[in-house]
C-alpha cells in the first residue's frame, strides 16, 4: 500500500511540474513572439503583431493546476509550513494529539473543499462555461486538475493522519522516500 501512495504522490507531483514547465513555454513563446514583431517594427517600421492568443490565462490554469497537484508531494515531503512552535515542546502523548487533532482539521477542510470543487467542475460542466479569453476554453477543464489535485491531498493527509496514529510523527523519513522511477 505504502508503495501505491508513494506512487500517486509522485504522480502528481510530476504532473505539477509538467504544467509548470508549460507554464514556461507558454510565456516563452509569447516573449519570442514580442521580440519578432519589435524586430519587424523596427526594420521595416509595421509590427507583424504575433501574439499567443490568451496565453495569460493559459498560464494562470498551469499555475493553478501545478499549485493543487503539487500540494500532497510536498505534504509527503515534508515541505508544507508547519506551524511546529507550540508542538516540538510537546512530548509523547500529548504531541501525538495534538498532531491528531491538526490533521484531523486539516482533513475536514481540505475534505469539505474537495467536495466543492467537485461541486463547480460539476456545474461548470452543466452550463456549459466558458473562459472570457480570446479562446474559449470550458472551464471544468482547468477546474478538474484542481479538484483531483485536493483529492489527493485528502488522501495524503488521511495517510498523515493514519501514519501519526501508528506513532510515527510528520517529517520521518522511514516511509517518505518516494520511488524514483
Same mark, same amino acid.
Request: charged letters at 15%; a negative charge.
Given at each position: ?81 508547519? #506551524? *511546529? ?5 510537546? =512530548?509523547?502523548?500529548?504531541? @501525538? !494529539?495534538?498532531?491528531?487533532?491538526? $490533521?484531523? +482539521? ?23 462555461? #466558458? *473562459? ?5 476554453? =470550458?472551464?471544468?477543464?482547468? @477546474? !478538474?486538475?484542481?479538484?483531483?489535485? $485536493?483529492? +489527493? ?29
Amino acid at each position: 500500500m505504502r508503495r501505491l501512495l508513494n506512487r500517486l504522490y509522485l504522480a502528481s507531483g510530476a504532473l505539477a511540474a509538467l504544467f509548470i514547465v508549460a507554464i514556461c513555454a507558454v510565456v516563452l513563446l509569447q516573449v519570442c513572439a514580442n521580440l519578432l514583431d519589435t524586430v519587424a517594427n523596427f526594420l521595416t517600421g509595421e509590427p507583424v503583431g504575433i501574439v499567443i492568443p490568451s496565453y495569460a490565462e493559459f498560464a494562470g490554469f498551469f499555475l493553478a493546476a501545478a499549485s493543487f497537484l503539487a500540494l500532497a508531494y510536498t505534504l509527503r515531503h515534508g515541505d508544507h509550513i508547519r #506551524v *511546529s512552535l507550540l508542538i516540538t515542546h510537546l =512530548r509523547g502523548g500529548a504531541r @501525538q !494529539l495534538t498532531e491528531l487533532g491538526c $490533521l484531523a +482539521v486539516a482533513l475536514a477542510v481540505s475534505a469539505y473543499f474537495t467536495w466543492f470543487m467537485f461541486d463547480l467542475v460539476r456545474e461548470s460542466f452543466v452550463y456549459e462555461d #466558458v *473562459s472570457p479569453g480570446m479562446v474559449p476554453v =470550458r472551464l471544468w477543464i482547468p @477546474q !478538474l486538475s484542481l479538484a483531483l489535485g $485536493l483529492v +489527493v491531498l485528502v488522501v495524503a493527509l488521511l495517510d498523515e493522519f493514519v501514519c501519526v496514529a501508528m506513532g510515527k510523527q510528520p517529517g520521518d523519513e522511514g516511509d517518505r522516500d518516494m520511488p524514483v522511477g
